[in-house]
């Protein structure tokens, strides 16, 4: 390992570090270079790679807002043997705690940035010489990405839409409804996706959704914070509703009242937000009943009986 690192990253010294940890996907490991300190992810999956490629330009357009701080990607490389590695800059990252509020009103600021350029390209459309950096940020119009991103490791349909109910049901929620099927044929949940089908619509009515720049999966284990502020790390990101944003983060805790509070203090909730959070959440069960088994099949029922009822 430490021989490719020299090779790929051009360094005369690679030394592994005791930095070590991974998460249900993959593993990491940190290594001291004569370059500075890098963390390498490694998966052994043939399709790590388009993993990790998602990975990189998800935290490249991140950066790219300047709202919250994300490890900054180096390079992508293929493992001897098969399988990809995921090469970032090495962040001395600690339990999200003394920052949750500002978390809150960085994450606000990325789900606004995109409306914020649109707003801001749309004064200046009528302005000879206006600043041509403005360029290298378009604003986004439609939902969804540029390339596929992983949740866990299972791709998501990334394909642009310009309707946001169309795009969710489809490409989020009927993916994940296809592998259950092919994998347990499961009939109360294919009745219960059949009606609730029926009932989406209804729950956006009246709602005007910008698309988002979203982190796609930010739940407790992926934020932390370091001594300048908070860190959100592992997404899987795509422009989306925001609220979307919100639903793994409740799902399984690590995120304080004061991160909510400072986070609905600039995108306050919506009418018919708690029904939506939950239509949200129904994605993240699904894809754990999907990638861990039938332990989330009642919470995933449970969701779609609640909605449709």
Known sequence: MEELLKRELGCDSVKATGHSGGGCISQGQSYDTDKGRV??????KPEARRMFEGEVASLIA?????????????KVLDVPGGGSMLVMEHLDMRHLSSHAAKLGTQLADLHLDNKRLGETLQKEAGIVGRRDEQVARPFVAQFGFDVVTC?????????WQQDWVTFYARQRIQPQMDLVEQRSGD?????????????????FRD????PALLHGDLWGGNVAEDSSGPIIFDPASFYGHSEYELAIAGMFGGFSSAFYSAYHSKIPK????????????????LNHWNHFGSGYRGSSLSIMRNLVT
């Open 39 to 44: 963390f390498v992810k490694v998966n052994p």
């Open 62 to 74: 991140i950066l790219k807002t300047g709202t919250v701080k994300v490890p900054k990607p180096i």
């Open 151 to 159: 949740c866990g490791y299972l791709p998501q349909v990334n394909d």
């Open 187 to 203: 009939r109360e949940a294919r009745e219960l996706w059949a009606a609730l089908q029926l009932k989406i619509p209804d729950l």
């Open 207 to 210: 709602l005007d959704i910008v």
């Open 270 to 285: 919506a009418p018919g937000f708690e029904k939506r959070l939950k239509l949200y959440q129904l994605f993240h069960y």
